[in-house]
Each structure stands twice: as structure tokens, then as C-alpha cells.
């Protein structure tokens, strides 16, 4: 199966102009339930990290250094990437095709933030983001999406 993957680097800096308030929590993957042990498929191993979860049924996956197996910092399943920030970060494939060339998912993670956005305020939002070395390709486009929805429908965007 060929896969594309960037290993997303969360450090969201959603600020307000007058202060420099970060309103994502846990954006550096800092805080969790319990250290990752596996990227096994919807075992749940990314809500461990704290106020984070799959909107979809796809299967991002949390690393993290108090890990010691394939989801651990450096060194983990799709190869060396140490944190931006911290001790952790979030694993997600941008784009994935079967053996025919055929489209199956996108990964999608979602969390809600510390205060609602308010009207006519200037914010910035920032993430970083690495090509993870085990990848084939990359993406030329990735996004966020603030809605007060609670409903996320997938939608394929061509690449």
C-alpha cells in the first residue's frame, strides 16, 4: 500500500494581537492519559493525549518520548523526528491509495479550544509541520478549520 505521511508537529499559537494568550490546549502533545505503546488501528492510543481525539474513524497516531516502542521520540515507525516543542507530537497521513491507485483516507485530528473565537479579533494560528522519512511523497496543501460545528464530514480535496 503506498502511503503519504508528514509527522504534524502541533504547536498552535492561536493568539490574539492584544495578548499572546495560546488558546489550543495541550498543543505541544505534553499532557496525557498514559504514554503511547502502539499505532495498532482505532485502539484509541491518540486520545491519550489530553483534549485531543479522531473526529473521523481514521487513525492518527500520538508519539511521544516516554514511549519506548514504534510511537517513541526520536526514533519511531515512520523514522527520526525530534518535537518542535516538548516531547511529542502527532503522526498523521495526509493522503493514502490502495494497491490500485485508488483514494481511502485522510487523517483528521480535532480538538476544541481553551475560549470560543470572538468576531472582528485578529488571531494567529501556526503549526509546524515534517515530511516523515519513511514517506514517499508529500502533500502540497494542508489546512485547519475553526467552526463552532460539532459535525465533521470528510470531504476529498483533490492533491
Known sequence: MNRFLLHIIFLFLAQNIFGQQNLVPNGS??????C???NELNNGQFERAVGWFRPTQSTPDFIHRCSNGIVSVPSNFMGYQEPYHGNGYANVFMAEWDDEGEYVAFEYIRTTLKVPLKPCVKYRFSMYVSLANRSTHGVGMIG???TEENDFTQTETAL
Open 36 to 38: 503511547p505503546t502502539s
Open 29 to 34: 502533545f505534553e499532557e496525557y492519559t498514559e
Open 144 to 146: 485547519a478549520l475553526f
